[in-house]
């Protein structure tokens, strides 16, 4: 009965088999009428015996007597409702009975080993014609269910030969039975492999970021290969690939930093999206930072950017999972980081002013990026806009609409002014720029909303939703995909390595899965509990196929992760 009903009835069984009651009385709520509340702290008792010792009549009926009412006063409902009301508790006392018997047998044999499909339930323990039931075995000693002291196993109630008792509860017993094999079914799936590991390696981790990494990207310079993150922590960093040093950070945003993409034509010019409604770039110089050994801490404990991005609306990352929902307790499956983490240099420099700012959104921008040329550049907002700029010009040349809803991301194509935005109305549209029609093709096939879109050869587009599903369309046929792959979590930022054409997929569930450009899945990055994300992967990216880690994903652990992946291998062991 709930908290602050009216008295309550409390019925025991005494060794030997006679039934004593005990009446308590609560105080009643001024709002709640007195209800009587049957608890039975005994092996189960069947209602008619519980009934015949609180009314004095016999068992055989189930409507209760005037002294069924608390404190001696007269219950005014009438008999037929009250006939109706013990028959109902009656018949789900004995559905539980049977419920409770049927679990004990499966777990035991279960235990045993034996197929669930050879299970056979011998409890019968049901509502028969006449007010009568079949014997009921109660649960070993020591178990949940309170046992008496006269050792019984089970309660004997005397029911009609004739009569057989294979009614509703040989009907519940079959129900519970392909219940049980179903879940023993799932059960024994989870355990199957989901994937090949093979040809997969952990490289190493690049850590120093305070919050989630949305983003990653990856620029060469001459000799050396640079890593590119963007953070909730209103940062952007640039990582040395092979050493994992942290060689700059960004300060320019005042809100989450969302995406970080590289200059077509100079590896040392970026292009930041932020929660502050802008878009920034900015240049540096990678010898200067290679050299720099001796510049002071970057930051001290009254200037850390360490907030949450959710205290601050500004804050906020490129779509409703934020980074700042992670608890502080869940953070402390992560290594703890301090204000002067940053991986293998304390000394990072430090750029604060960008090159440019461009603005014209009135909400977040979520992603921005040049365009084939490095001479123009577009950027997608949660205002449903995407606007093409001039590198040398600060306002808006060109906007593109038609979304219903907030942009996810927004990619451009590598040798043509093609541009592909993914949305939150789960669509993606294509707009052709290379002329001043801006023809456009919108794509639809997706349940639920997108979280990017990207090119791959042969005029292709592959899109990820989260409906967990990814699927490659064809330009030319926007009509329905050419093949859809199916995973177990919805599906982030993924990438497709060049010349190959080899997907990787980062899910919310932490893993990340290699397909083929034919929806053949190819492997699953290991993942255990010292090397692997710890939490959802927001974006993943190739790099050239070098002896190093060619895959780099990231994710709400704060943590970059290089990985090798062997695609000669995985292809030939498809």
Not at 293 to 308: E, F, H, K
Request: charge should be neutral; aromatic fraction near 6%.
């Amino acid at each position: 009965m709930p908290e602050g009903s009216g008295g309550k009835f409390r019925v025991s069984k005494r060794v030997g088999g006679s039934i004593t009651t005990s009446v308590t009385q609560r105080p009643h709520s001024q709002s709640d009428p007195p209800q009587p509340n049957i608890l039975i702290n005994s092996p189960p008792i069947p209602f008619p015996a519980a009934i015949s010792a609180l009314s004095g009549s016999p068992s055989a009926g189930l409507v209760p007597g005037p002294a069924m009412s608390v404190n001696s006063t007269p219950c005014h409902l009438p008999t037929d409702v009250r006939t109706r009301l013990w028959d109902l508790f009656y018949q789900i006392e004995r559905e539980f009975e049977v419920l409770y018997v049927d679990n004990l047998t499966l777990q035991e044999r279960l235990q045993q080993g034996i197929d669930p499909q050879q299970l056979v339930f011998q409890s019968s323990a049901v509502p028969v014609a006449g007010g009568g039931s079949a014997t009921l075995p109660m649960p070993p000693s020591g178990g949940n269910a309170p046992t008496d002291n006269s050792g019984c196993g089970a309660i004997e109630v005397d029911t009609p030969k004739n009569i057989k008792t294979k009614g509703s509860g040989a009907q519940l017993g079959r129900r519970i039975k392909t219940t049980y094999k179903a879940s023993a079914g799932k059960l024994v799936s989870s355990f199957k492999a989901t994937g090949s590991s093979v040809g997969c390696t952990y490289e190493r981790n690049y850590r120093g970021h305070r919050d989630g990494v949305w983003e990653l990207n990856l620029s060469h310079t001459g000799t050396s290969s640079l890593i590119g993150s963007a953070s909730a922590d209103r940062t952007a960093r640039i990582w040395l690939v092979d050493s994992g040093a942290c060689l700059l950070e960004y300060h320019g945003h005042n809100g989450a930093v969302n995406s970080i993409r590289f200059h077509p034509n100079e590896p040392c010019c970026c292009l930041t999206a932020g929660g502050d409604n802008t878009t920034h770039l900015w240049r540096f110089n990678p010898t200067s930072m290679c050299s720099n050994t001796t510049a002071p801490p970057l930051l001290s404990t009254q200037d850390s950017v360490g907030t949450a991005s959710g205290s601050d609306p500004e804050c906020v990352g490129v779509t409703d999972r934020n980074p700042a929902t992670v608890a502080e307790d869940d953070r402390e499956d992560c290594e703890t980081l301090t204000a002067y983490d940053t991986g293998d240099n304390p000394n990072p420099l430090s750029i604060r002013t960008p090159s440019a700012t461009f603005g014209g959104h009135s909400n977040v921008v979520v992603a921005a990026s040049f365009l084939c040329d490095g001479r123009q550049l577009v950027s997608g907002s949660w205002d449903r806009t995407c606007n093409v700029y001039d590198v040398d010009r600060l306002d808006p040349l060109l906007t593109l609409t038609g979304h219903d809803a907030e942009l996810a991301n927004v990619v451009t194509h590598s040798n043509q002014r093609l541009v592909v935005t993914a949305s939150r109305d789960a669509t993606f549209r294509l707009y052709d720029l290379r002329d001043h029609m801006q023809c456009v093709n919108v794509f639809q096939g997706h349940t639920r909303p997108l979280t990017t879109a990207i090119f791959a050869s042969d005029d292709k587009i592959i899109s990820g939703s989260d409906d967990q599903t990814c699927k490659i369309w064809d330009m030319k046929n926007m009509r329905s995909p050419m093949v859809v792959i199916r995973t177990d979590s919805p599906v982030n930022r993924l990438a497709v390595q060049p010349g190959t054409n080899i997907i990787a997929l980062p899910l919310d569930n932490r893993n990340i899965r290699i397909y083929d450009i034919n929806g053949a899945r190819l492997a699953r990055l290991p993942r255990t509990n010292t090397k692997g994300h710890v939490r959802m992967v927001n974006a993943v990216t190739w790099a050239a196929d070098t002896s190093n880690a060619n895959l780099f994903s990231c994710g709400f652990d704060r943590q970059l992760i290089g990985w090798k992946v062997n695609t000669q291998t995985l292809v030939h062991h498809q």
